[in-house]
């Protein structure tokens, strides 16, 4: 049976540079040596987070030091950490969109935080929600420990906050005394348009961290990515830190491969995606319109399907199996579980002709899962 795997977040397998990586790895080891022996530390690969810091500080026009960025197992340990440092036991708040990557959700809940969450719209996470929130844990005297946001390509909606609502969120959280923490793993999946600015790029003080990934530009399988906090919260979070530090090996060899050719990897990796995106969404417009609303991202990997709640989900989600669909069922990203009447289609991954098969037979799927109308 074909398999159209649109479910997890992962790139085009062909664009991955293995040849270029292995002699990248080759130069690595000779450059490392003996360094090989040591344990890499809290902070990681000199080389790579001087890397990251030149990435950051052309996309988003800022200077950044690589002394406030700590490279990460992948940027889920970011998310982990800072959660383990900022929180001082069960029951305490994380206010975050209320659909939101659900490996954040797991991860959060199993620290046990109580989330609380914010409605969304077309630009993200909506500000005048955000504030009703705060204002009523306040009465409650409740102080949340931070907000999480994917305010670039939200997962799972594709969503792009603007810079005006990045503003007022911003202005909102200090008011309330809170901390931001952005989650921008897929900051660098641009298709078109203007690349609005990360958090930290409007606000200079420590109340504001970020965290970045080289899993959507590279590939998760390489377990890299970062967190950039200013001084005294970057102490504070890598104070939690117990592993040694990540892997020198890869980071030297990224450090290496990303030397001279980091924007045209992904120049040619964006031109492939969106070529992958233009197919989702081409395929959708043709056999879907009657009954499916989706999301037209500007970068990422994800679009968002709703559909009427007449769809039974749990029909849809065994038809996608026979006909051997993989999408993410929408209840996965409800911070509460709720069965949301929708699904996450991924497109970094399948190949072009899955998607242009594939889409056509999901929406087939939707149509058969909706319960007859009743003359």
């Not at 036991?89 to 609380?116: F, M, N, Q, W």
Request: aromatic content about 6%; glycine content about 10%; hydrophobic content about 45%.
């Amino acid at each position: 049976m074909q398999l159209y795997d649109f479910g997890s977040g992962r790139t085009d397998p062909g664009s991955f540079p293995t040849e270029a990586l292995a002699a990248a790895a080759s130069v690595a080891v000779r450059e490392l040596g003996a360094e090989l022996v040591r344990y890499p530390g809290d902070m990681g690969h000199q080389g790579l987070r001087e890397l990251m810091a030149m990435r950051e500080s052309k996309r988003e026009g800022v200077a950044v030091a690589a002394d406030h960025i700590a490279l990460m197992n992948g940027s889920m340990q970011a998310v982990t950490l800072v959660a383990e440092a900022l929180m001082e036991g069960p029951g305490d708040v994380i206010v975050t969109e209320e659909l939101t990557y659900s490996g954040t959700i797991a991860a959060y809940k199993r620290l046990g935080a109580e989330l609380v969450g914010v409605p969304l719209d077309e630009q993200g996470m909506r500000v005048d929600a955000l504030a009703d929130v705060l204002a009523s844990l306040r009465r409650r005297g409740v102080r949340p420990r931070f907000i999480y946001t994917l305010a670039t390509y939200q997962n799972p909606t594709g969503s792009v906050m603007p810079r005006q609502r990045r503003l007022e969120l911003l202005e909102v959280a200090h008011y309330y005394e809170t901390l931001v923490v952005e989650d921008n793993c897929y900051g660098d999946v641009h298709f078109e348009g203007p690349q609005e600015p990360a958090l930290y790029a409007l606000d200079d003080s420590p109340s504001v961290l970020y965290i970045g990934s080289l899993s959507k530009i590279l590939g998760p399988g390489v377990r890299l990515g970062y967190l950039l906090a200013r001084p005294p919260m970057l102490g504070r979070i890598l104070d939690r830190r117990y592993d040694g530090g990540n892997s020198l090996l890869a980071a030297a060899s990224c450090a290496v491969l990303f030397r001279e050719r980091l924007w045209q990897h992904l120049a040619e990796t964006n031109a492939i995606l969106k070529q992958k995106r233009d197919a989702v969404l081409a395929g959708l417009a043709q056999n879907a319109a009657d009954l499916c609303t989706w999301s037209r991202p500007v970068g990422g990997m994800f679009t968002w399907i709703e559909f009427p709640d007449a769809v039974d989900r749990n029909r849809l989600m065994a038809l996608c199996a026979e006909r051997g669909i993989v999408v993410a069922r929408g209840q996965g990203f409800h911070i509460q579980r709720e069965d949301v009447p929708a699904i996450r289609l991924a497109f970094g991954f399948a190949s072009l002709a899955a998607i242009r098969e594939g889409v056509p037979l999901l929406a087939e799927c939707i149509h058969q899962a909706r319960a007859p109308v009743m003359v």
